[in-house]
């Protein structure tokens, strides 16, 4: 994924700030590797869709559902289609 510098900026000072359960997989992946999710509205909120959404540290259910409270994976699906 071809990603501006202005970005990478952003997605490091998100990284500093946050505790990753997977080690940062989807960054060291070049995202690559990452978690599937649907933008919900007008980008406001991030529905993941993995079988295991359930049992995610980020996942907090909502209704049917579970949002992606992930910082990095919500900022990666915001400014980046895949």
């Known amino acids: 994924m071809l990603i501006a510098q202005a970005n990478k900026e952003q997605i490091e000072q998100i ?4 505790d990753c359960p997977r080690d940062f997989e989807c960054y060291k992946s070049d995202f690559e590797n990452l978690c599937d999710v649907g933008i919900v509205g007008d ?4 529905e993941c869709i993995e079988e295991d959404a359930h049992t995610c540290t980020f996942g907090v259910p909502f209704g ?11 900022y990666i699906a915001k400014h980046f289609t895949r």
Do not use: H, Q, T, Y
């Open 43 to 46: 980008a406001k909120m991030v």
């Open 64 to 74: 049917r559902g579970v949002l992606c409270k992930c910082p990095l994976r919500n």
């Open 15 to 18: 990284i500093k700030e946050m």
